[in-house]
Nanobody, 120 residues
Framework: VQLQASGGGLVQAGASLRLSCAASGRTSTYYVMGWFRQVLGKEREFVAAIRWTGGSPYYADAVKGRFTISRDNAKNAVYLQMNSLKPEDTAVYYC??????????????WGQGTQVTVSS
C-alpha cells in the first residue's frame, strides 16, 4: 500500500487549505483513513479519520468545526478541508490507513507528509 499526500503550503491565519491523499495498492475496505500531524520535537497527533465504508468521521477537539475529512472511494482518495487555519495548525500532515481510528499505533501504512505553515 502506498499513500501520497499533497496540498500543503504556506498560508495566512484564517485561510483555507485542502489536503489530498491518494491510496494505491490493496487496502482493506474495513480500514480507516486518517490524518495526523506532527511538529518537530513533539509526538504525532491525531487530526481526523474516516472509514471507507461510511459512518461518522472522527475529529480531534482542536479541529472540530474547522476541518472536514471526506473520501472518494472511486478514486481511493481522502481529503482534509482545513478552514479558519490558525498558527497552531502549523505541522507536517500525514495520511495513514489501518484499523484506526485515533491511536497512531493502529495505523499500518503512512504517507510521506506534507508541510502546512500558517503565519499570523
Amino acid at each position: 500500500v502506498q499513500l501520497q499526500a499533497s496540498g500543503g503550503g504556506l498560508v495566512q491565519a484564517g485561510a483555507s487549505l485542502r489536503l489530498s491523499c491518494a491510496a494505491s495498492g490493496r487496502t482493506s475496505t474495513y480500514y480507516v483513513m486518517g490524518w495526523f500531524r506532527q511538529v518537530l520535537g513533539k509526538e504525532r497527533e491525531f487530526v481526523a479519520a474516516i472509514r471507507w465504508t461510511g459512518g461518522s468521521p472522527y475529529y480531534a477537539d482542536a479541529v472540530k468545526g474547522r476541518f472536514t475529512i471526506s473520501r472518494d472511494n472511486a478514486k481511493n482518495a481522502v481529503y482534509l478541508q482545513m478552514n479558519s487555519l490558525k498558527p497552531e495548525d502549523t505541522a507536517v500532515y500525514y495520511c495513514a490507513t489501518g484499523r484506526g481510528p485515533i491511536v497512531v499505533a493502529t495505523y499500518d501504512y503512512w504517507g510521506q507528509g506534507t508541510q502546512v505553515t500558517v503565519s499570523s
